[in-house]
């Protein structure tokens, strides 16, 4: 009897060691439905990397279905002009459904994972409320914590009412909820001066106490939580604001140099990417680069940044410009830059919707009265996409826009733009009368800097 039953659990043994494997599941499933859509198409776009983004066809009836993997984070799913959220983990399989003509109201999201979507649909309704009626940032101090703690307070209820919600979500979000609330803080004051129109105001001594209790080095919460990133940024941008006083340096490659010390290579690497188009911008290519590449380990970030070097070398100061041909001018014809030989010229890269755009407007248009007659052309130059077309040419109009009025043959997507690897507007370059480069990042309109060097070339 003995025998038997060893023999019985030798072949209990050998099953359940020949049992095959199930691989742990490493993608989420969206399927949809989107009625009534006026574009068959729906994009799924993470707001943790801005490349990921999945471009799906609707079927006949408005149904689609995406597999995402290793998916954790907060998603846009847009149709056409309307948008939503969408949150996913591993594992989840949900159905979302939605009629376009009136999509916020109509949206529905069942199966594995709804439970946490409804959550964040809710929180979202809740957090709109706050924000009815008075601006926040028109209060003073007291009673601005107190609004915003009592929007803390009501998320932390909420997530604790919410059915089916696990322990570790209701603690990531309770954390991602604080910060929320710090991030708050850490803003009132600049919103408090431009609100309130009270451009000389402080906040009292004690108000931002609360930050001090950040740790600066959780690499969990530096993963889930964009509003802990932003305060860990706000830390380390405070540090590199000085660093750039005391050494003379500029803010792009101080704020570089304070993150390449940082001993997390979660943290790290996650304040690097921030500072991938920092490298666009600055003054110093050569620096930025051996900095940056000896301080990342994060292999698609370092080619991205080899990728604007090499093309940054090509528009360094004394080089040949690249070449724009046949854009339009808004005072009729067309224009090319071959045009412009025999004459400074000064470009100013922008676009309507741009709000630091329109704010440098009043500057260029005092710059170009102060040179008017000078050897020297202003040029600018719309990125405005094409259905903005009527608003760029009525915008020059009302807003009385001198000098030479262009608009870009394809937005971004224009070769003269990528050739410059223009990753924000706006955008100056100053060239000289042969058409070469004297500054890829010439001064703005605003900055003084920009007369002193027009005046040393005219």
């Not at 929007?151 to 990531?172: P, R, V, Y």
């Not at 530096?222 to 050494?247: M, Q, T, W």
């Not at 920092?278 to 110093?284: M, R």
Request: proline content about 3%.
């Amino acid at each position: 009897m003995k025998k038997s039953i060893y023999v019985l659990g030798l072949a209990v043994i050998s099953l359940a060691s020949c049992k095959e494997e199930v691989a742990p599941v490493d993608y989420a499933i969206v399927t949809g439905k989107v009625t009534n859509a006026t574009t068959n198409q729906v994009l799924i776009a993470s707001y943790q990397n801005r490349k990921e983004v999945d471009t799906l066809t609707l079927a006949a009836d408005g149904s689609f279905v995406d597999t995402i993997q290793s998916p954790k984070g907060q998603y846009a799913l847009i149709n056409d002009k309307n948008r939503t959220s969408l949150y996913l983990e591993e594992g989840f399989n949900i159905n979302f459904s939605a009629d376009a003509k009136d999509f916020a109201k109509s949206i529905a999201i069942t199966g594995t994972g709804s439970v946490e979507n409804n959550f964040f649909k809710a929180k979202s309704e809740k957090e709109a409320k706050f924000r009815d009626g008075t601006n926040p940032y028109t209060l003073e101090e007291d009673a601005f914590k107190e609004k915003m703690a009592s929007q803390k307070a009501a998320i932390n209820s909420l997530l604790d009412g919410t059915e089916g919600l696990s322990e570790a979500f209701k603690t990531t979000q309770k954390n991602d909820n604080n910060y929320n609330y710090l991030v708050s803080l850490s803003n009132f004051e600049r919103y408090h001066q431009h609100y309130a129109q009270k451009p000389d105001f402080k906040v009292s001594e004690n108000f931002l106490a609360e930050l001090n209790a950040v740790d600066i080095t959780n690499e969990e919460d530096f993963s889930n939580s964009s509003s802990y990133k932003s305060l860990v940024g706000a830390h380390y941008g405070k540090i590199a604001g000085e660093k750039a006083e005391k050494d003379s340096m500029s803010y792009d490659l101080a704020m570089l140099k304070t993150i390449a010390p940082i001993e997390s290579e979660v943290i790290r690497n996650g304040l690097l990417k921030e500072s991938v188009f920092g490298i666009t911008v600055t003054e110093k290519l050569d620096e930025y680069y051996n900095t940056f590449m000896a301080a990342s380990t994060d292999e698609d970030q370092k080619e991205t940044v080899k990728e604007y070097y090499t093309k940054l070398k090509a528009v360094e100061a004394g080089n040949a410009s690249p070449k724009f041909v046949d854009y339009e001018n808004h005072a009729g014809g067309k224009t090319s830059l071959e045009d412009l030989k025999g004459k400074y010229v000064y470009i100013d890269v922008w676009a309507t919707w741009c709000g630091p755009c329109l704010a440098e407007i009043p500057a260029l248009k005092e710059t170009e009265e102060a040179y008017h007659g000078k050897n020297i052309e202003f040029v600018s130059i719309s990125v405005d996409r094409p259905d903005a077309y009527d608003k760029w040419k009525q915008m020059v109009v009302d807003k009385e826009l001198g000098g030479v009025q262009l608009l870009a043959d394809n937005n971004f997507d224009s070769d003269f733009i990528k050739d410059y690897v223009i990753q924000g507007i706006p955008k100056f370059i100053l060239l000289d009368t042969e058409g070469n480069i004297v500054n890829a990042n010439a001064p703005r309109p605003s900055d003084p800097k920009l007369k002193e060097v027009l005046n040393s070339l005219l």
